[in-house]
């Protein structure tokens, strides 16, 4: 799904296997707008809802680098050109002086961005979601394996979708309304 689809189909499965057979047999019916919700991580879901890699990493190394050289920059112009100091003969610029604020500046700035930037690609905080108010949906962090199918795909088929997914094992398969919430399980 896209960020801000709402799901609406779900999908509950008894195993991973069994979640990841669902999402090839929707694939082979032409939907392509899916995410899952497991308890655990499950091999081979990544691939299959083709998840790619989080901008976070680039983010955090961004920013620290950004900050660390700010802070070394900082450094040398309050040492070499703003303020100089000559104490016994020593350099205005001495390099190994400056590497632990830099270093620190740098681990400090990636990791508050690191942790902003995970809340905000999250969508977090989201203190509501149309799947909370499907019936069993609170086990998918215990022991359940949900599919759920955005809105827009055009390749959705009432019929067809739920009959592929309960020939590979769907314990159940619920519609949703925007209207009226969770809808119709079969």
Not at 26 to 42: M, Q, W
Not at 72 to 77: A, D, E, G, H
Not at 123 to 151: K, M, Q, T, Y
Request: aromatic share 12%; net charge negative; hydrophobic share 50%.
């Amino acid at each position: 799904m896209r960020p801000g689809d709402s799901p609406v189909m779900m999908a509950e499965f008894a195993s991973g296997p069994a979640l990841l057979d669902g999402i090839r047999a929707l694939t082979a019916c032409g939907v392509s707008r899916f995410d899952a919700f497991t308890p655990y991580e499950v091999h081979g879901l990544q691939e299959l809802l083709g998840v790619r890699r989080s901008r976070l990493t680039w983010i955090a190394l961004f920013i620290g680098l950004a900050f660390g050289g700010g802070a070394y920059l900082l450094q040398w112009w309050i040492n070499v050109v703003d303020y100089p100091l000559n104490i016994g003969g020593r350099p205005y610029h001495s390099a190994p002086a400056f590497i632990p604020i830099t270093f620190e500046m740098t681990v400090l700035f990636a990791s508050a961005a690191a942790l902003i930037s995970a809340i905000v690609l999250g969508g977090l905080p989201r203190l509501w979601h149309p799947v909370f108010d499907i019936p069993g949906f609170e086990r998918a962090s215990i022991d359940r394996f949900w599919l759920a199918v955005g809105a827009g795909d055009a390749a959705l088929d009432r019929d067809r979708d739920t009959a592929a997914l309960e020939a590979v094992g769907a314990l159940r398969v619920v519609w949703l309304t925007s209207e009226l919430g969770a809808g119709g399980a079969r």
